[in-house]
């Protein structure tokens, strides 16, 4: 079964402010957990990940925590532009396996 | 453009036939991934290559799909005798060994419809 999960299917947002996605996960055996972007006609495209043993790590205006506790994990996305609009994945690794899991995705639609 | 390539970006078939994409990796990668994609869903692992051995097939890959990598370089993914069920977005990756090994770089994909 799945073992990543987004909590919301779509995600509507005013241009200008801060957009967070959130993921749980079920699996405490995976290395990594990545986030995804996937834009309308390509294919994914790598974002940020995270090693398993790490609370939080930050990009160009993109940062991701991950709560062990809860398993769950979460991006936000800084001062969110039109360029952002696009399917977000949530992802985890298994080095032993080499394959990445991937959730079902949020939608993240910006209004002007 | 030096990124994942694939071929075709959109099929459409008749159920029966035969098909088969191609995926070009980014060259100095020597691992090559493919996935499965429906809509609204997320990518499904299918199976992985590292240079021309074929590493791991996951239980979606039924006895009709079946992939190669002859030469270590690129690598063709074909269905015989398509099913309406098979249509998908069908991605593939590539990736670096000894990277941080979830940094896969996708293609565009081959869309298939399958009538």
């Known amino acids: 079964g799945e073992s990543v999960g987004l909590h919301l299917p779509t995600l509507s947002v005013q241009e200008g402010d801060n957009s967070i996605i959130n993921c749980a996960y079920s699996?405490?055996?995976?290395?990594?957990f990545i986030w995804y972007k996937q834009e309308s006609g390509k294919g994914p495209q790598f974002i940020i990940d995270i090693r398993s043993n790490m609370d939080k790590r930050q990009g160009q205006r993109v940062t991701v925590l991950l709560n062990k506790t809860v398993k769950h994990l979460s991006l936000q996305i800084a001062a969110t532009q039109p360029g952002d609009s696009a399917v977000y994945f949530c992802a985890d690794f298994y080095s032993s396996a080499s394959k990445i899991i991937f959730g079902s995705g949020t939608r993240l639609s910006i209004r002007p | 453009d030096t990124g994942v390539s694939q071929d075709p970006r959109h099929k459409i078939t008749k159920r029966g036939q035969n098909v088969t994409f191609r995926c070009d990796p980014i060259?100095?990668?020597?691992?090559l991934y493919w996935y499965r994609q429906t809509l609204g869903q997320g990518p499904e692992f299918l199976t992985y290559?590292?240079?021309?051995?074929?590493?791991?097939k996951s239980r979606l890959l039924s006895d009709r799909f079946s992939a190669e990598r002859p030469k270590g370089s690129f690598s063709t993914l074909e269905i015989q005798r398509t099913e309406q069920g098979d249509s998908a977005m069908y991605l593939c990756?590539?990736?670096?060994?000894?990277?941080?090994?979830?940094?896969?770089?996708f293609g565009p994909g081959t869309r298939l419809l399958v009538l």
């Open positions: 060259s100095e990668h020597n691992r």
């Open positions: 990756a590539s990736s670096l060994a000894g990277q941080r090994q979830g940094t896969q770089y």
């Open positions: 699996n405490s055996a995976s290395d990594y």
């Open positions: 290559f590292q240079n021309e051995a074929q590493l791991e």
